[in-house]
């Protein structure tokens, strides 16, 4: 399985991006997808996670202000990225794994390893 991202940049505050992940190979077991991003001198954080059937997780800081989306026809997901603050600088990562998580009680609990990852796309957001 392949992972390829594009769309980053660099926005003003305020401003934003949407990111794509375009899946290819044998991807057919390919179940949950995330984004995650690694911001400068810190570990890489989980952003957000989408289940195969739509199930949405967001970190709190992200929050009201992204939205993660997949077309499994297209093989892609997407990150849609409002409001962006200059503390969203980072590298951006997509991911993919054959596990699903779970949903319980409304909230979805995206799984905690992932097999694939992109290459990874800067995002640069401006004071």
């Known amino acids: 399985v392949q992972l390829v991202e594009s769309g980053g940049g660099l926005v003003q505050a305020g401003g934003s991006l949407r990111l794509s992940c375009a899946a290819s190979?044998?991807?057919?077991?390919?179940?949950?997808r995330a984004w995650y991003r690694q911001r400068p001198g810190k570990g890489r954080e989980l952003v957000a996670a989408?289940?195969?059937?739509?199930?949405?997780y967001y970190a709190d800081s992200v929050k009201g202000r992204f939205t993660i989306s997949r077309d499994n026809a297209k093989n892609t997901h997407f990150l849609q990225m409002y409001s962006l603050k200059p503390e969203d600088t980072a590298m951006y990562y997509c991911?993919?794994?054959w596990g699903s998580g779970y949903s319980t009680g409304g909230d979805y609990y995206p799984p905690n390893d992932y097999e694939y990852w992109g290459q990874g796309t800067q995002v640069t957001v401006s004071s």
């Open positions: 989408i289940s195969s059937g739509g199930s949405a």
């Open positions: 991911a993919a794994t």
């Open positions: 190979g044998s991807i057919f077991d390919i179940n949950a």
